[in-house]
């Protein structure tokens, strides 16, 4: 995947959270998940912090956080299907953002 498609999928995430008819408190969730794990320069940091390029703790931690953050979901808010959809998108690009970075990482 190009850099455009990862920069284009993450702004559209980020207005389909901005005006999706969830609770508040969700919506601030997830927003901050988005910009901890969508956000290249923390990405870069957090891999920077690990001893090994390969260590997993950042994917862990991106998941445990996602999964935390469903917690602040209202039973109205999982009832959207497209939510959940969003849930399983912002996984994916945050691999995708993790293995630009490694690579990256590997390069240098």
């Known amino acids: 995947m190009n850099d455009l498609y990862c920069t ?21 969730e997830l927003v901050r998940w988005i910009n901890t794990y969508l956000d290249e320069e923390n990405v870069e940091k957090h891999l920077s912090s690990t001893k090994d390029t390969f260590d997993m ?8 956080d996602l999964e935390l953050t469903i917690l602040f979901a209202k039973k ?21 953002l993790y293995e630009k970075v490694k690579a990256q990482k590997l390069a240098a």
């Open 57 to 64: 703790s950042v994917k862990q931690a991106a998941q445990r």
């Open 8 to 28: 284009e999928e993450i702004n559209h995430v980020r207005r389909y959270v901005n005006n999706i008819p969830i609770s508040g408190r969700y919506r601030t």
């Open 76 to 96: 109205e808010d999982r009832t959207n299907s497209g939510i959940i959809f969003l849930e399983g998108e912002l996984l994916f690009l945050f691999n995708l």
